[in-house]
């Protein structure tokens, strides 16, 4: 039986390979972009790959063949903002970091700012189920570059836990449908060996004290980590203090887990990153 996508799938693939319009501004892309095809340029694309499809291609149409190739390239690798959206953002901004054990920090660096248009954005996809917007954050998740010497064999993405309370509230994982395409991006598998505690309260308007503390034993661990290296997510890092208490309960010992203290801070090294920190403004 075939694989069915999943509705959110189905749109993200739409809108990267059919729908040539940005995602921000929904205002279709330049002809002078040499690098994105126009409607009118892609119908030419079309027939001009009919035309040579076969195996008798004249020697001196080898050169535009392969340039149509080169341009049908181009427009896959694109991005799913116009140049002029996607320089209105600030991209990749300082990382900063929060202690998780004596003498170590988790570093954190997000995507962008907490600021138009990801905020609206990511509020929308993520309070209103609004599936729209995932292009949007699709785009941001890959201005995040992949860690240095992190790949499929040593690293695994740890998505930030939701409780079954608000997955039963909310009908579903934001985080967890982000996490999964930073997954794709980076090639590097997910791994959900860590659960949240159903007794904390939403982090939104608390401020970093009552964060820290409404954390406190928030997350438990159910296996040890297949491999050394951590790579933790979330969709917006304010203060940090969620991916802080995720950190030290990898690096702390579990009672849900039969292994020594000394099974695990040495062993693993953990980052993280976010779609979006703070504000510029």
Known sequence: MMHRLAPYQTGLWLAEYV??????????????????????????TLDTLSVHSGANVLPSDHTRFARVRQQITQRLKSGLLCAHCHHSITWLPKPFAVDIAAGTALSIQAATYYDYPLRQAIRAFKHHEDMTKLPLLLHAI????????????????????????????????????????????????????????????????????????????????????????????????????????????????????????????????????????????
């Not at 791994?191 to 939403?202: A, E, M, Y």
Request: hydrophobic share 40%; proline share 7%.
């Open 19 to 44: 729908d040539i319009r940005c995602q921000l501004c929904r205002v279709y892309r330049s002809t002078a972009q040499p690098q994105l095809l126009s409607p009118s340029s892609a119908h030419e």
């Open 142 to 281: 890959r201005q995040l570059p992949r860690p240095r010497g992190c790949h499929q064999n040593n690293s695994v993405i740890v998505a930030m836990p939701t409780t079954e309370q608000r997955l039963i509230k909310r009908g579903f994982d934001p985080v967890s449908i982000l996490a999964a395409q930073l997954s794709k991006h980076w090639r590097i598998p997910l791994w959900q060996g860590v659960k949240r505690i159903d007794n904390t309260v939403s982090q939104q308007g608390l401020t970093r004290a009552e964060r820290l503390s409404n954390l406190d034993n928030a997350f438990a661990l159910i296996e040890k980590p297949p491999v050394k290296r951590l790579l933790l997510f979330d969709d917006v890092a304010t203060t940090g203090a969620s991916l802080q208490a995720l950190g030290r309960a990898l690096c702390g010992p579990s009672t849900n887990v039969a292994m020594a203290a000394s099974d695990i801070s040495p062993q693993y090294r953990l980052s993280a990153y976010a779609l979006a920190h703070g504000s510029q403004l």
